[in-house]
């Protein structure tokens, strides 16, 4: 079976009103972490940047604005399929990229067919995968705890 779906799209790095350029963004998304989508942004002399957010919130973004906290998704013209925004921010800094949605829906369908929206909870491993990581993240943080105390 297979167990991931990349893909690749073009996507204009909103700079400024008077300031974009085109940049490619690989589209990542695996079995394992069944709720997660990734965005990996290459801009031009920086190193790759990845972002990982809900596989919902890209899918609900691509027709209505949505999103929470530090990624925001919304379609620039909600009535009809249309290109998306999707704002990311750290701190007070912020980066706006604008993709087109047909793109985004053939990514999300594959990722559908892969684990359909719904049955993410079904995959057996990933409670276990689960369990495994938060086991990992609270022993380093008692770890850091005597290690500071």
């Not at 996507?11 to 997660?36: H, K, N, Q, T």
């Not at 701190?91 to 604008?98: E, K, N, P, S, V």
Request: proline share 6%.
């Amino acid at each position: 079976m297979r167990e991931s779906v990349q893909a690749e799209v073009m996507m204009s790095f909103l700079v400024s009103e008077e300031l974009a350029f085109r940049i490619p963004v690989e589209l990542g998304y695996e079995a394992r972490d069944p709720y997660a989508v990734r965005l990996t942004f290459h801009l031009p002399g920086d190193a790759p940047v990845t972002w990982a957010f809900g596989r919902e919130l890209l899918l609900d973004g691509i027709n209505k604005p949505c999103g929470d906290g530090d990624v925001h998704i919304a379609p620039t013209h909600p009535e009809e399929l249309s290109d998306v925004h999707i704002r990311l921010q750290v701190g007070c800094d912020r980066a706006l990229f604008r993709a087109s949605a047909a793109p985004l829906v053939a990514f999300l369908d594959r990722t559908d067919r892969l684990v359909p929206l719904g049955q993410e909870r079904n995959l057996g491993d990933f409670e276990e995968s689960l369990d495994e990581e938060l086991g990992k993240i609270l022993a380093e943080a008692r770890q850091n705890e005597q290690n500071a105390g």
